[in-house]
């Protein structure tokens, strides 16, 4: 199994419809969880952390199941501007040994 | 503003030549940096850990001896790929991690794409 996995995708939603993503993860030793953004040729932008509780920034929320090893992605209100690659990023503690995990992405496509 | 910044961000070369990248953390210090490579429609890999003041870690499958990092000081670090051939091409993205309260938060650059013909 994947240390973190993602559907790819694409996700093609019309502008306005709500579209949600999850990514799993292997390890239950992961701390940090994180959504990035990265448009084509671009490099990762952070969109968001991901708190236990659940957090939300405008349109866009994110929430952790640790005991079942998920987080998700949840947009609203989606614009053609969101377009982009949803990166999840799992990070164990960032002793030196340890690694950062990408998620390969998954692909929105918002459509007019 | 930017808070990693990468130099060059574009770079042609023949192959069997080096080329350096250089990752700078611009108002913070960084004890570690991650390199990365990222092949097209690819999700990005690290290549191996930058550690300042000691040897930096490769990830398994990594050649340490053909991608050369030295990490100079608490704010650069530098990949160097040497005798370069058209497969390393690719790009790649340096990143820092920020610790600001947790969780911390990964700052990447902007990236350098390298083509080697």
């Known amino acids: 199994r994947k240390e973190v996995e993602q559907d790819p995708g694409p996700f093609n939603v019309p502008e306005g419809a709500t579209v949600a993503f999850n990514c799993t993860y292997s390890?239950?030793?992961?701390?940090?969880f994180f959504w990035y953004r990265q448009d084509c040729r671009k490099e990762p932008k952070l969109l968001m952390s991901?708190?236990?509780s659940g957090n939300e920034d405008g349109r866009f929320t994110a929430q952790l199941n640790r005991a079942s090893q998920y987080i998700s992605l949840l947009i609203r209100d989606s614009k053609l501007s969101d377009s982009a690659t949803y990166l999840c990023?799992?990070?164990?503690?960032?002793?030196?040994?340890?690694?950062?995990?990408f998620g390969k992405g998954t692909r929105l496509h918002i459509l007019p | 503003g930017a808070v990693v910044s990468q130099h060059p961000s574009r770079v042609i070369c023949k192959s069997g030549t080096s080329v350096k990248i250089e990752c700078r953390s611009l108002?913070?210090?960084?004890?570690?940096m991650f390199w990365y490579r990222q092949f097209p429609k690819q999700s990005l890999m690290l290549m191996a850990t930058?550690?300042?003041?000691?040897?930096?870690?490769?990830e398994q499958g990594v050649e340490k001896d053909k991608f050369l990092i030295n990490h100079a000081s608490l704010t650069l670090s530098t990949l160097t790929v040497t005798s370069a051939h058209p497969e390393d091409s690719s790009f790649y993205i340096c990143?820092?991690?920020?610790?600001?309260?947790?969780?911390?938060?990964?700052?990447f650059g902007p990236g350098t794409r390298l083509l080697v013909l």
């Open positions: 990143s820092a991690p920020r610790t600001q309260g947790p969780p911390e938060t990964q700052y």
């Open positions: 390890n239950s030793a992961s701390q940090s």
């Open positions: 991901v708190y236990s």
């Open positions: 990023v799992v990070n164990r503690d960032l002793n030196r040994d340890d690694k950062i995990i």
């Open positions: 108002d913070f210090q960084a004890t570690t």
């Open positions: 930058s550690n300042e003041g000691s040897k930096a870690t490769y």
